[in-house]
């Protein structure tokens, strides 16, 4: 899977890429054949609560992609949240194709 992570407004650290790297590709487990992943991270109005916003949208073949957007107190709160409900259009759309 093809990982590119985005930021807007602020530089990330590698640490902040690095847990990227390692949320992201485990939602290979629920669907195989993930074509890659866009994630933007921004800064939404400094200085207040619940500023970090994630965005998460996977490149998956017979459909364009699955979107996700949380937002939280950190940047790893916010990805741990958009990789949940990523994880959970997944299963919505594996079960569809075992319907068709």
């Known amino acids: 899977m093809n990982i590119q992570v985005k930021t807007v407004h602020f530089t990330a650290d590698q ?11 485990k939602l290979d487990i629920y669907f195989e054949g993930i074509i890659g992943a866009e994630v933007t991270m921004k800064v939404v109005k400094p200085e207040t609560v619940n500023n970090k916003l994630a965005e998460i949208k996977l490149s998956i073949p017979g459909s364009d992609y699955l979107f996700a957007e949380k937002q939280a107190d950190s940047f790893e709160e916010a990805i741990d949240l958009a990789v949940e409900a990523i994880r959970k259009q997944l299963t919505k759309f594996k079960d569809k194709l075992k319907d068709k």
């Open 15 to 25: 640490k902040l890429i690095d847990f990227v790297n390692k949320k992201v590709p």
